[in-house]
C-alpha cells in the first residue's frame, strides 16, 4: 500500500471497522485520530469467524500474521441436527487450498486488542468522547463532542456501529429491523464440549433454535445460541444459563456441556436487527463505514469482513485529492458487495431458524445433498473475493 499525503481524518469508532480504518489511513500516510463514547476499550463481544477473505484483507493490513498466531483455523465445520446427527460437513479443507487461506475464529476481544495495539502505534485513540455533530466546509471538516470540544480535519468516517450518531446526523432516523430471533453467546473451556470435531466446530438446527460452537485456540470455545423470540424478550443476566439450559435440554450433549461449563454472569444476550440498504453512505467530507453503513444478520459470518474490506477500499479511494468525490467512489465501489450480503444473510436466517418440521425435513435433505463443488460455488463471490 502506498504512502500518500499527511492530510487527517477522524474516525468515530473503535471497534473492528473503525480500527481497521484508522489503521489502513495510516498505511496511506494520513493522521488519523480515532474516537469512541466507551469509557474503556473492552469489546464485549465472544468469538468471531474471519474467513479467507477477512484474513487477506487483514494481511494486507499487516496484522494477519498475528491473527493466525492468536485464534483457531476452522478445520472442521459440521451443520448437525438437534440430536447431533451429522446433516454435512461444509468443504473447509478444500476452501483453504482454493483460496489458499484458512478461516480463523478469534475472540473479538483479542482481535481489537491487535488492532489497538497497531493502530497505537502512529495515533492515539480516545474513549469517553461522544460525538454529537458535525459541520463541514469546503476547506474541511469539524468533528464536536459532548463534553464541548471540538476537533477539525479533513474528512470525518463514521464507524461507530448499528446505532451510529453519524448515520442519524446525515440521514435521519430509520428504524431498525428486527430478525425475529434473539443471540445467547459465551466462551468456556472444555474438551468434552468438542469431543469428536476434530477441533474444529459445528452448527446444530432444531425447530425455531440453533446453537453452534467453536475452538477459539487456547482450551477455550465459543458458542452461540440463536432463538426465535418476541422482540424485547431477552432473560435477565441471573436467569440466562438456567433459560439455556431449559431450551436446549436432550440436544446434542456437547451443547449442553458447554452451557454448563461457562459461567452464567458472562453469557451476553441482545436482540439481532439489521437495516435495509441506504441509498447513500455519504454526504460531503463525511461517509460511513461497516456497520454504520450496512448492518447485516450473522448468518453468513460476514459482518466483520466487510468492515475490514471497506476500510480498505475507502484509504485507497481516499488518494484522490479531492475527498467529496473519493467518498462517492469508496461508496459505489462497496455498496452492491454490502447491499448483496445483508440479503444473503437475512434469507439464510430464515432458513436455519425455521420451525414447520415439513419444511425443516425438506431443508436438511437439501443441505445433505449439497455437494462440496456447489457450495463452494454457491459462497465463492463472498469468501472468494480478494479486496485490492
Not at 26 to 31: A, H, N, V
Not at 81 to 106: D, N, R
Not at 351 to 364: A, F, K, M, S, T
Request: proline share 4%.
Amino acid at each position: 500500500m502506498s504512502t500518500g499525503s499527511k492530510r487527517k481524518a477522524i474516525v468515530v469508532g473503535a471497534g473492528i471497522g473503525g480500527l481497521c480504518t484508522a489503521l489502513s489511513l495510516q498505511l496511506e500516510g494520513w493522521q488519523v485520530l480515532v474516537y469512541d463514547k466507551a469509557t474503556s476499550l473492552r469489546e464485549a463481544g465472544a468469538g468471531i469467524v474471519l474467513a479467507a477473505n477477512a484474513m487477506k484483507a487483514l494481511d494486507l493490513l499487516g496484522v494477519g500474521e498475528t491473527v493466525r498466531h492468536v485464534g483457531a483455523p476452522v478445520v472442521q465445520a459440521d451443520i448437525r441436527t438437534w440430536e447431533g446427527t451429522v446433516i454435512t460437513s461444509l468443504p473447509a479443507a478444500k476452501q483453504a487450498a482454493l483460496y489458499g487461506m484458512q478461516s480463523y475464529v478469534i475472540h473479538r476481544a483479542d482481535l481489537q486488542s491487535i488492532l489497538v495495539q497497531a493502530v497505537s502505534e502512529r495515533a492515539t485513540i480516545q474513549t469517553h468522547k461522544q460525538w454529537v455533530d458535525g459541520k463541514q466546509s469546503d476547506q474541511g471538516a469539524i468533528a464536536v463532542f459532548g463534553d464541548g470540544t471540538q476537533e477539525e480535519a479533513d474528512v470525518i468516517i463514521g464507524a461507530d456501529g448499528i446505532h451510529s450518531a453519524v448515520r442519524e446526523h446525515l440521514f435521519g432516523q430509520h428504524p431498525v429491523r428486527y430478525s425475529g430471533y434473539l443471540a445467547l453467546r459465551g466462551v468456556c473451556s472444555t474438551e468434552e464440549a468438542l469431543h469428536g470435531n476434530n477441533g474444529g466446530g459445528f452448527e446444530a438446527l432444531g425447530p425455531g433454535k440453533r446453537f453452534g460452537l467453536s475452538s477459539l485456540g487456547n482450551g477455550r470455545l465459543f458458542w452461540f445460541a440463536a432463538i426465535n423470540a418476541p422482540e424485547g424478550n431477552i432473560p435477565p443476566i441471573e436467569m440466562r444459563k438456567a433459560e439455556l439450559l431449559r431450551q436446549f435440554h436432550g440436544w446434542y450433549s456437547p451443547i449442553v456441556s458447554a452451557i454448563e461449563a461457562t459461567e452464567g454472569s458472562t453469557i451476553l444476550g441482545h436482540p439481532i436487527f439489521d437495516r435495509p440498504p441506504l441509498r447513500r453512505w455519504s454526504s460531503g467530507r463525511m461517509t460511513l463505514l461497516g456497520d454504520a453503513a450496512h448492518p447485516m444478520l450473522p448468518n453468513l459470518g460476514q459482518g466483520g469482513a466487510q468492515a475490514i474490506e471497506d476500510a480498505i477500499v475507502l484509504a485507497r479511494c481516499l488518494r484522490h485529492s479531492d475527498i467529496p468525490s473519493a467518498l462517492l467512489a469508496y461508496e459505489k465501489e462497496r455498496k452492491a458487495r454490502t447491499n448483496r450480503i445483508v440479503r444473503m444473510s437475512r434469507s439464510m436466517g430464515r432458513i436455519v431458524q425455521l420451525e414447520n418440521p415439513l419444511l425443516i425435513y425438506g431443508r436438511n435433505k437439501i443441505l445433505a445433498s449439497l455437494s462440496d463443488a456447489g457450495y463452494i460455488r454457491r459462497f465463492d463471490s463472498i469468501i472468494g473475493y480478494e479486496v485490492q
